[in-house]
């Protein structure tokens, strides 16, 4: 396994698609490159794990400034491919995220997530997070 590395051009972008689409089925593979530079001109960031030069595990977040919760940084995506998983790579990439939020003096790391995936849950738990919010979402607009 390779070490935490950035995806910042379209060729590296485009190999993080398979890790990305088994946690966001719903995308388009034609535009996926597209959409992802376009949250990178706002600040969105993503960082891969890779073995044998593809990427089997992603993370994308972004920093955030908020009233209710300060400077933190957001982790918008989290997956790694299912012939990878219980290897630890979702652990070191929230690790590397960790070890950024302490570096650049945040006050700390925020996520969601689905409410059925228990095994990315006792990740999270493991890790330190707590639960303290529900999420609520309104797309009838």
Excluded at 31 to 37: A, G, M, N, R, S
Excluded at 67 to 93: E, F, P
Aim: aromatic share 8%; net charge neutral.
């Amino acid at each position: 396994m390779e070490n935490v590395q950035y995806a910042r051009t379209a060729e590296q972008i485009a190999a993080c698609w398979l890790p990305i689409q088994a946690l966001r089925p719903h995308l388009d593979a034609a535009t996926f490159v597209q959409v992802i530079q376009e949250m990178m001109e706002t600040g969105y960031q993503l960082i891969y794990i890779a073995d044998a030069g593809k990427p089997v595990a992603i993370a994308g977040f972004r920093e955030e400034h908020k009233l209710v919760s300060g400077k933190t940084i957001y982790i918008d995506d989290l997956s790694t491919l299912a012939s990878h998983r219980g290897r630890g790579l979702g652990g070191r990439l929230l690790d590397f995220i960790h070890t950024l939020a302490r570096q650049q003096g945040k006050d700390g790391v925020y996520l969601d997530s689905g409410h059925q995936r228990h095994d990315a849950h006792r990740l999270y738990l493991n890790k330190g997070y707590t639960i303290t919010a529900h999420h609520f979402t309104n797309k009838n607009l």
